[in-house]
Nanobody, 124 residues
Framework: QVQLVESGGGLVQPGGSLRLSCVASGRSFSTYGMGWFRQAPGKEREFVAV????????YHADSVKGRFTISRDNVRNTVKLQMNSLKPEDTAVYYC?????????????????WGQGTQVTVSS
């Protein structure tokens, strides 16, 4: 069993930055693909970014490409999402998720473990 705990959310003005962190329990973290997803009120959950187990492969949704960066530290069992140039449409609850299959996936249904989420609000 893996537990994921996100932090770093908050209220930020448009154009600002936030860095989300997700800490994982368990010894198998370094073998999991890790993803970030988000869900805005009244909308479906959407993919944001994914990083392979080694950190060698990353993929970001078009809506965040060039603004957000996913990274991981397999020593500290953490995955981060650096978010720059934030827009009001980035407002959502952000979730990190772990995929045991090692496949770099953008589909939430492929992920096995989820955190509780952290709220990001972009507003002036």
């Amino acid at each position: 069993q893996v537990q994921l705990v996100e932090s770093g959310g908050g209220l930020v003005q448009p154009g600002g930055s936030l860095r989300l962190s997700c800490v994982a329990s368990g010894r198998s973290f370094s073998t999991y693909g890790m993803g970030w997803f988000r869900q805005a009120p009244g909308k479906e959950r959407e993919f944001v970014a994914v990083i392979s187990w080694s950190g060698g492969n990353t993929y970001h949704a078009d809506s965040v490409k060039g603004r957000f960066t996913i990274s991981r530290d397999n020593v500290r069992n953490t995955v981060k999402l650096q978010m720059n140039s934030l827009k009001p449409e980035d407002t959502a609850v952000y979730y990190c998720a772990a995929d045991k299959s090692r496949v770099v996936s953008t589909r939430g249904s492929d992920y096995d473990y989820w955190g509780q989420g952290t709220q990001v609000t972009v507003s002036s």
